[in-house]
């Protein structure tokens, strides 16, 4: 049975977040995706092309006063990759090397920055 729900909690860089409870998030694991290309022949190939893991759809909870936005604007300013550690309502945790992507916007009504991360190799289950 598939245990669903909120996100407990993001660590990125060592620093912890607590994520909002209505946030949907999706998670993709990276590895390889597939396409298969037609023969003249009726035959296929099979083209293999690596991809990176991806986190979307991240609600987190940001302090002005604890410079939440700044923490995290300084980790999208640096030249590489930092670790992250994501726990689930199952229980299930997932750690990488990721690199905040897309527009980071921090939302004054509720307190909270939408995040995107991107990283290297798979994301793996701990």
Same mark, same amino acid.
């Given at each position: 049975?598939?245990?669903?729900g909120?996100?407990?909690?993001?660590?990125?860089?060592g620093?912890?977040?607590a994520?909002?409870a209505?946030?949907e998030?999706?998670r993709?694991?990276?590895g390889?995706e597939?396409?298969v290309?037609?023969n003249?022949?009726?035959s296929?190939?099979?083209?293999? *092309?690596?991809?990176?893991?991806?986190?979307?759809?991240? *609600?987190?909870d940001v302090?002005d006063?604890?410079?939440?936005?700044?923490?995290l604007?300084?980790?999208a300013d640096r030249?590489?990759?930092f670790?992250i550690?994501?726990t689930?309502a199952?229980?299930?945790?997932?750690?990488?090397s990721?690199?905040?992507?897309d527009e980071?916007?921090y939302?004054?009504?509720?307190a909270?920055?939408?995040?995107t991360?991107?990283?290297?190799?798979t994301?793996t289950k701990?």
């Amino acid at each position: 049975m598939g245990v669903g729900g909120s996100i407990e909690s993001v660590s990125l860089s060592g620093r912890y977040f607590a994520v909002a409870a209505d946030a949907e998030s999706n998670r993709k694991l990276g590895g390889s995706e597939n396409e298969v290309q037609a023969n003249g022949d009726r035959s296929a190939r099979l083209i293999k *092309t690596i991809t990176p893991f991806k986190l979307d759809g991240l *609600t987190l909870d940001v302090d002005d006063l604890n410079g939440d936005q700044e923490f995290l604007q300084e980790l999208a300013d640096r030249n590489d990759f930092f670790s992250i550690n994501i726990t689930y309502a199952s229980g299930s945790i997932y750690q990488g090397s990721a690199q905040i992507t897309d527009e980071l916007q921090y939302s004054n009504s509720n307190a909270t920055a939408s995040v995107t991360l991107e990283g290297t190799a798979t994301l793996t289950k701990q």
